[in-house]
């Protein structure tokens, strides 16, 4: 019954959602393995590199930081604008989702700004964390 | 009691339901009762049908409804199936209840013979073009339904269709879903039927495959005469950072429905038969377009982890972090949906103003649809016509003047001006006008002639010089002409395209001189047996030794008749068959007292025969003169004939010009008249030309609207 009550709350939705999510679901199921590796830790190291990479105004760099998929023409004004950006990720706050993807606390400072707490998402990508969004905590 | 007598007839109607498959209609009428009385649609509102999706409710469409009401100009109905949500679009007690639901609303209607819209969301446009093909007590369905606006319609199948899906949603959720309502069974044709698949399975695409064999047959085309109007959800991901916004790509559809299935009624019903060509009505499209963030959608995932697990956040993650264009792009090839890309759908579906479940909440779809809904309402309400007098080309909405292009008044010269020509796409109407130059020569000449057109979307008029003394529409919004030395050319009057050439072959011997009708591309053709001169075929020698040609739309040529003398065409026109092209034509063969017409020719579908019509009943002795031919709404072939007994004195009228139509191979009287020009505007009213005056006729009553008149057109049948 609470599953239940818990199922409605996403009841807006259209069926093709529930059918969406069971594929998900399933997906999930087949790839998740009984031996499946643990998620790797984020080092203070590889924290630091990605705030310094982010915030470096290189195109390369933030590609790499971002985890930005070949597809995706990064806009051009986007290095600028992140160069502006002073990254701070709290490894302590580091938890996994899985073995591929984790959220971590930390700062965001714009300028000369005051520090603002942050909810970062990250994934493992060719063995190493890279950030994929940067919100307000919710 | 107007109400529960209604009801009731939706049950007795059910009843003589005739389907294709035989369904027993029994078992039909047991399940197709309306939870609410249908109501006689109020006046002169329009009936609009709204069909929700599947497993969707009419409570989802609420929003096309409310703006609809406020528009005051329709009744609005909603068609609920959402208690059969293991069946497909195409079973009984769906699209046989809907065709029931749609027949007795039309039967209600005060306007008769009455018509009903229809707005179907997802697999209720599918229901629609089903339920079209069925009779109700013997009258016909389809066309009943004057236009359907489709929201996001899997026309060819949906990614999420399919069996796999259902069965992990059942073992997921249990046997009932949120609204404790049973899950579809994944065996079911609902789930079924929804598969990605091709209309043709010679040419399979991707994941697709040939449509199931128990999906009632791919769904067939409404009617021609209804119109079709569908609105492509598009959504897009624009990927985010602490706000900056880093790039943007599109998910090529409504993250259910892929782009080319919501907008592939085209090329998704049932391939012609053997010799027939595929037939359906006008069909436009509109795509809405609205954007979401990652940071949204991550949102979005975090709380549907904390219901369904964490999963459906990381999958999320990962496809943030993993798709771009190109990944989209390999999917929409492949046809294929991997996990992360099915993740992010799922979301973007829950959280994106115009996906496939929010598109009919959605404010661009709501006015795209009330606002084309409007437009079929105007064409009922104020139908469009245009004719051609000495002022100029003029298109009439109802009884009022929209638009005018002024025609250059010549003076003592003389003016020349032709029949107002619809393009086939119904937005353009052009007509030939001459352009005085008093060069001492006589009247103005042909090789100075111009195409006057008017867009009737826009208002926006223009002038192209064509030197020709005839038009006729090809296909679309393109024309066509031979000009005065015998080249032939095109024009798109869509934009600012320029005249381009248009090869058209003739006989050995023969020389196009102008076009006289079309159909379907096929032109009929005016031949002389004489190239024109460097001074152009105007300028030649009496002669007038030719022929009649059919070109069929691939270029074939057919000699229909040749002639010593073709002094002019008297009339013709092309009629859009299943089978092929046709025309009727009248000439006049030679002169001497009198002008004398020849038989009045119907050419078969294949434009290589002609047939002589039976005009034995307005001959009456003396010669039948062609005014005009033209196709009504309903199909038929209609004309106004005449007949006279030439004498010295010019001819004594037999049978004043009347309307005529053709049963058969002859001709049956309709109205004896005396009228030149005749058109059928809508079930109430018709423009008639009586000595050169028009009238707007609405039950019964004539008003002049204009004098002089030329000819009259309507534009092809919406």
Same mark, same amino acid.
């Not at chain 1, 969406?20 to 080092?43: M, N, R, S, Y």
């Not at chain 2, 697999?123 to 606006?149: H, K, W």
């Not at chain 2, 949120?178 to 010679?202: I, M, N, Q, R, Y």
């Not at chain 2, 959608?297 to 190109?326: E, F």
């Given at each position: 019954?609470?599953?239940?009550?818990?199922?409605?709350? !996403?009841?807006?939705?259209?069926?093709v959602?529930?059918?969406?999510?069971?594929?998900? !679901?399933?997906?999930?199921?087949v790839?998740?393995?009984?031996?499946?590796?643990?998620?790797?830790?984020?080092?203070?190291?590889?924290?630091?590199?990605?705030?310094?990479? !982010?915030?470096?105004g290189?195109?390369?760099?933030?590609?790499?930081?971002?985890?930005?998929?070949?597809?995706?023409?990064?806009?051009?004004?986007?290095?600028?604008?992140l160069?502006?950006?002073?990254i701070?990720?709290?490894?302590?706050?580091?938890?996994?989702?899985?073995?591929?993807?984790?959220?971590?606390?930390?700062?965001?400072?714009?300028?000369?700004?005051?520090?603002?707490?942050?909810?970062?998402?990250?994934?493992?990508?060719d063995?190493?964390?890279?950030l994929?969004?940067a919100?307000?905590?919710? | 009691?107007?109400?529960?007598?209604?009801?009731?007839a @939706?049950?007795?109607?059910?009843?003589?339901l005739?389907?294709p498959?035989?369904?027993?209609?029994a078992?039909v009428?047991?399940?197709?009762?309306?939870?609410q009385p249908? /109501?006689?649609?109020?006046?002169?509102?329009?009936?609009?049908?709204?069909?929700?999706?599947?497993?969707?409710?009419?409570?989802s469409?609420?929003?096309?409804?409310?703006?609809?009401?406020?528009?005051?100009?329709?009744?609005v109905?909603?068609?609920?199936?959402?208690?059969y949500?293991?069946?497909?679009?195409?079973?009984?007690?769906?699209?046989?209840?809907?065709?029931?639901?749609?027949?007795t609303?039309?039967?209600a209607?005060?306007?008769?013979?009455?018509?009903v819209?229809?707005?179907?969301?997802?697999?209720?446009?599918? /229901?629609?073009?089903?339920?079209?093909?069925?009779?109700?007590?013997?009258?016909?369905?389809?066309?009943?339904?004057?236009?359907?606006?489709?929201?996001?319609?899997?026309?060819?199948?949906?990614?999420?269709?399919?069996?796999?899906?259902a069965?992990?949603?059942?073992?997921?959720? *249990?046997?009932?879903?949120?609204?404790?309502?049973?899950?579809p069974?994944?065996?079911?044709d609902?789930?079924?039927?929804?598969?990605h698949?091709?209309a043709?399975?010679?040419?399979?695409?991707?994941?697709?495959?040939?449509?199931?064999?128990?999906?009632?047959?791919?769904?067939?085309?409404?009617?021609?005469?209804?119109?079709?109007?569908?609105?492509?959800?598009?959504?897009?991901?624009?990927?985010k950072?602490?706000?900056?916004s880093?790039?943007?790509?599109?998910?090529?559809g409504?993250?259910?429905?892929?782009?080319?299935s919501?907008?592939?009624?085209?090329?998704?019903?049932?391939?012609?038969?053997?010799?027939?060509?595929?037939?359906?009505?006008? @069909?436009?499209?509109?795509?809405?377009?609205c954007?979401?963030?990652t940071?949204?959608?991550?949102d979005?995932?975090s709380?549907?982890?904390?219901? &369904?697990g964490?999963?459906?956040?990381?999958?999320t993650?990962?496809?943030?972090?993993?798709?771009?264009?190109?990944?989209?792009?390999?999917?929409?090839?492949?046809?294929?949906?991997?996990?992360?890309?099915a993740?992010?759908?799922?979301?973007?579906?829950?959280?994106?103003?115009?996906?496939?479940s929010?598109?009919?909440?959605?404010?661009?779809?709501?006015?795209?649809?009330?606002?084309?809904?409007?437009?079929?309402?105007?064409?009922?309400?104020?139908p469009?016509?245009a004719?051609?007098?000495?002022?100029?080309?003029?298109?009439?909405?109802?009884?009022k003047?929209?638009?005018?292009?002024?025609?250059?008044?010549?003076g003592?010269?003389?003016?020349?001006?032709?029949?107002?020509?619809?393009?086939?796409d119904?937005?353009?109407v052009?007509?030939?006008?001459?352009?005085?130059?008093?060069?001492?020569?006589?009247?103005?000449? @042909?090789?100075?002639?111009? &195409?006057?057109?008017i867009?009737?979307?826009?208002?926006?008029?223009?002038?192209v010089?064509?030197?020709?003394p005839? @038009?006729?529409?090809i296909?679309?919004?393109?024309? *066509?002409?031979?000009?005065?030395?015998?080249?032939?050319?095109?024009?798109?009057?869509?934009?600012?395209?320029?005249?381009?050439?248009?090869?058209?072959?003739?006989?050995? *011997?023969?020389?196009?001189?102008?076009?006289?009708?079309?159909?379907?591309?096929?032109?009929?053709?005016?031949?002389?047996?004489?190239?024109?001169?460097?001074? *152009?075929?105007?300028?030649?020698?009496?002669?007038?030794?030719?022929?009649?040609? =059919?070109?069929?739309?691939?270029?074939?040529v057919?000699?229909?008749?040749?002639?010593?003398?073709?002094?002019?065409?008297?009339?013709?026109?092309?009629? =859009?068959?299943?089978?092929?092209?046709?025309?009727?034509f009248?000439?006049?063969?030679?002169?001497g007292?009198?002008?004398?017409?020849?038989p009045?020719?119907?050419?078969?579908?294949?434009?290589?025969?002609?047939?002589?019509?039976?005009?034995?009943?307005?001959?009456?002795?003396?010669?039948?003169?062609?005014?005009?031919?033209?196709?009504?709404p309903?199909?038929?072939?209609?004309?106004?004939?005449?007949?006279?007994?030439?004498?010295?004195?010019?001819?004594?009228?037999?049978?004043?010009?009347s309307?005529?139509?053709?049963?058969?191979?002859?001709?049956?009287?309709?109205?004896?008249?005396?009228l030149?020009?005749?058109?059928? &505007?809508?079930?109430?009213?018709?423009?008639?030309?009586?000595?050169?005056?028009?009238?707007?006729?609405?039950?019964?009553?004539?008003?002049?609207?204009?004098?002089?008149?030329?000819?009259?057109?309507?534009?092809?049948?919406?």
């Amino acid at each position: 019954m609470e599953r239940r009550k818990k199922v409605t709350l !996403i009841a807006g939705g259209a069926v093709v959602l529930c059918a969406a999510l069971g594929l998900i !679901i399933f997906l999930t199921v087949v790839k998740e393995q009984p031996d499946e590796p643990a998620a790797p830790p984020l080092t203070s190291a590889r924290a630091e590199q990605l705030g310094a990479d !982010i915030s470096s105004g290189d195109t390369t760099r933030v590609r790499q930081a971002l985890a930005v998929p070949e597809g995706a023409k990064l806009d051009p004004a986007a290095p600028g604008a992140l160069a502006k950006l002073k990254i701070q990720l709290d490894t302590a706050s580091f938890r996994p989702i899985d073995a591929q993807t984790a959220t971590v606390s930390g700062t965001v400072s714009e300028a000369d700004g005051p520090s603002q707490p942050a909810r970062f998402t990250l994934v493992l990508a060719d063995g190493q964390w890279r950030l994929v969004s940067a919100g307000p905590p919710s | 009691m107007r109400q529960a007598a209604m009801t009731v007839a @939706v049950l007795v109607a059910t009843a003589a339901l005739v389907h294709p498959a035989a369904v027993a209609a029994a078992a039909v009428e047991a399940k197709c009762h309306s939870p609410q009385p249908i /109501a006689a649609p109020p006046g002169a509102k329009h009936p609009v049908v709204l069909v929700h999706g599947w497993m969707g409710k009419p409570g989802s469409m609420d929003a096309i409804r409310e703006a609809l009401e406020k528009g005051g100009r329709a009744s609005v109905y909603a068609f609920d199936y959402h208690a059969y949500r293991n069946n497909w679009a195409a079973d009984a007690v769906i699209a046989d209840c809907l065709a029931v639901f749609i027949d007795t609303i039309a039967q209600a209607s005060q306007r008769q013979p009455g018509k009903v819209f229809v707005v179907g969301h997802s697999m209720g446009g599918l /229901a629609t073009r089903y339920a079209s093909q069925l009779s109700v007590q013997g009258r016909p369905v389809g066309p009943r339904i004057a236009g359907l606006v489709t929201l996001d319609t899997p026309h060819l199948g949906s990614y999420w269709g399919g069996t796999g899906y259902a069965h992990l949603l059942t073992s997921i959720l *249990g046997p009932h879903s949120w609204d404790e309502a049973p899950l579809p069974d994944p065996s079911k044709d609902g789930v079924v039927c929804l598969a990605h698949h091709d209309a043709t399975a010679s040419a399979p695409r991707g994941d697709s495959a040939a449509f199931p064999s128990q999906c009632g047959g791919l769904p067939p085309y409404l009617p021609q005469t209804a119109a079709v109007f569908q609105v492509s959800g598009q959504v897009y991901v624009e990927r985010k950072f602490w706000g900056i916004s880093l790039y943007r790509y599109s998910l090529d559809g409504d993250s259910v429905v892929d782009t080319s299935s919501e907008l592939g009624y085209i090329g998704s019903g049932p391939p012609p038969a053997n010799g027939t060509k595929v037939r359906y009505g006008p @069909v436009e499209m509109t795509q809405v377009e609205c954007t979401d963030n990652t940071d949204k959608i991550i949102d979005a995932a975090s709380t549907l982890a904390g219901a &369904l697990g964490k999963q459906i956040l990381s999958l999320t993650i990962k496809a943030v972090s993993l798709i771009g264009d190109n990944m989209i792009m390999d999917n929409v090839l492949s046809g294929t949906v991997g996990p992360a890309y099915a993740a992010l759908l799922a979301v973007a579906n829950f959280v994106t103003g115009c996906s496939h479940s929010k598109i009919t909440g959605d404010v661009q779809t709501v006015k795209a649809t009330t606002e084309k809904l409007t437009s079929w309402f105007d064409a009922i309400d104020n139908p469009m016509f245009a004719y051609t007098n000495p002022d100029g080309l003029t298109v009439v909405r109802g009884t009022k003047t929209a638009y005018r292009s002024n025609g250059e008044d010549c003076g003592a010269l003389g003016n020349f001006y032709g029949d107002p020509v619809w393009t086939s796409d119904g937005r353009y109407v052009t007509s030939v006008w001459s352009k005085c130059e008093d060069d001492g020569l006589g009247p103005p000449h @042909v090789d100075d002639n111009v &195409l006057m057109t008017i867009d009737t979307r826009t208002g926006t008029k223009r002038q192209v010089t064509c030197g020709c003394p005839t @038009v006729a529409a090809i296909e679309g919004s393109k024309v *066509g002409w031979i000009d005065d030395r015998g080249r032939a050319y095109t024009l798109d009057l869509f934009g600012s395209n320029q005249p381009a050439a248009w090869p058209i072959r003739m006989p050995a *011997g023969l020389y196009a001189r102008q076009v006289l009708a079309s159909a379907d591309a096929a032109i009929l053709v005016q031949a002389s047996s004489r190239a024109a001169g460097n001074d *152009g075929f105007a300028a030649q020698p009496d002669d007038q030794a030719g022929a009649v040609v =059919s070109v069929s739309a691939n270029g074939d040529v057919k000699v229909l008749q040749r002639y010593e003398q073709l002094v002019a065409a008297t009339a013709a026109g092309g009629i =859009s068959t299943a089978s092929g092209p046709q025309f009727v034509f009248g000439t006049i063969d030679a002169m001497g007292d009198c002008g004398h017409p020849g038989p009045v020719w119907l050419t078969d579908q294949s434009g290589n025969q002609k047939l002589k019509t039976d005009t034995s009943a307005i001959a009456k002795g003396g010669e039948v003169f062609l005014t005009d031919v033209w196709v009504s709404p309903q199909g038929q072939i209609m004309a106004t004939l005449s007949s006279s007994i030439c004498n010295p004195s010019g001819g004594t009228s037999a049978t004043p010009a009347s309307l005529w139509r053709l049963d058969g191979q002859k001709w049956v009287s309709v109205d004896r008249g005396p009228l030149a020009y005749v058109r059928q &505007l809508s079930d109430s009213d018709k423009a008639v030309v009586i000595s050169g005056d028009l009238y707007v006729e609405r039950n019964g009553k004539g008003t002049r609207i204009a004098r002089e008149v030329y000819a009259i057109a309507t534009p092809p049948p919406a």
